[in-house]
């Protein structure tokens, strides 16, 4: 995945993914076919990864 996509992706999670409570966090989720996606709330800039799980 180049920087570009990850970028892109990156912005999708934090503009269209769906905002959920986990324990005392609220963050997106973006939910593609049978997984989520999401990333720890660090700025865009800073974010190095982007954690998945099968729903």
């Known amino acids: ?3 570009e ?3 892109y ?3 999708m999670q934090r503009n269209y993914g769906k905002v959920e409570r986990w324990g005392k966090y609220i963050t997106p989720y973006l939910y593609i ?5 999401w990333t720890m709330g660090a700025p865009i ?3 190095t990864v982007i954690n998945r799980a099968k729903v």
Not at 33 to 37: A, H, L, R, V
């Open 45 to 47: 800039e800073e974010t």
């Open 33 to 37: 076919d049978d997984y989520k996606y």
């Open 5 to 7: 996509e990850f970028l």
């Open 9 to 11: 992706f990156k912005n």
């Open 1 to 3: 995945m180049s920087e």
